[in-house]
């Protein structure tokens, strides 16, 4: 059995309260996107009891995993490909920075986080304030791609100054639900992240980036002091 740690448990309690920040403003008949990763199974979780009290919503999922946490919550879960928008979207992030601007991916899910995303009236992230960066690039940035061009994809992402490894499962390729690869993308820090994620676009066989530059319309914080809302554009 894994024993946590004091930080562990520690950072887990800022991130459950933070998602159940995020969970109250879910109102009776949305539709909600849920994110996939350890930080958005405490929004699943938190939603699930509210649902046990009554709370009527309908939900779609960014992964496989998600659909299943979501369903032994008691969440009703449908396929998102009969969607055109959402009421809300609810997930965590790698990393943040003062802008709002966030890398996301490395649960493996980028490219369907980012379409709930982009479909969302109303894009929530929650994360604990380890994940606040003053600039992007703390850690690897994660790329989806075409199995087929993985290898052309790779020297054309490190022309842009990266360092450029698989994601792996074990011995093998990690394998994201549409069966594509990810490749970890090491630029360091971030000078002009918008620049970065246009150059990336116009890479054929590049499917998907973690850059979620413009897409998040607040954040919830878990800290040592309780829970603080980031939103977009205020001062």
Do not use: W
């Not at 909600?32 to 009527?56: D, H, P």
């Not at 929650?126 to 020297?155: C, H, M, N, W, Y």
């Amino acid at each position: 059995m894994a024993i946590r740690t004091a930080h562990e448990n520690d950072i887990a309690a800022r991130k459950r309260v933070a998602a159940a920040a995020a969970v109250a403003e879910i109102e009776d008949g949305m539709l909600v996107g849920l994110g996939t990763g350890s930080t958005a199974n405490f929004a699943i979780a938190a939603l699930g009891e509210r649902v046990a009290e009554g709370l009527k919503v309908t939900t779609v999922a960014t992964s496989l995993a998600t659909a299943r946490v979501a369903e032994a919550a008691g969440l009703p879960v449908l396929p998102f490909d009969t969607f055109a928008r959402l009421d809300i979207a609810i997930d965590g992030a790698d990393e943040l920075d003062p802008q709002l601007r966030a890398i996301k991916g490395k649960g493996g899910a980028m490219l369907r986080e980012k379409i709930v995303a982009a479909a969302a009236e109303r894009m929530i992230v929650i994360v604990d304030a380890s994940k606040q960066v003053t600039q992007l690039g703390r850690g690897p940035l994660p790329v989806e791609v075409l199995s087929f061009a993985a290898g052309f994809v790779s020297d054309r992402i490190e022309r842009l100054g990266a360092t450029v490894r698989r994601k792996m499962a074990g011995d093998a390729c990690y394998r994201t639900d549409q069966d594509n690869i990810i490749l970890d993308c090491e630029f360091g820090a971030i000078d002009d992240p918008l620049a970065l994620a246009s150059a990336l676009s116009a890479i054929p066989g590049m499917l998907g980036h973690g850059l979620f530059l413009d897409e998040i319309d607040a954040v919830y914080v878990g800290g040592s002091d309780g829970v603080i809302q980031l939103t977009r554009g205020a001062s």
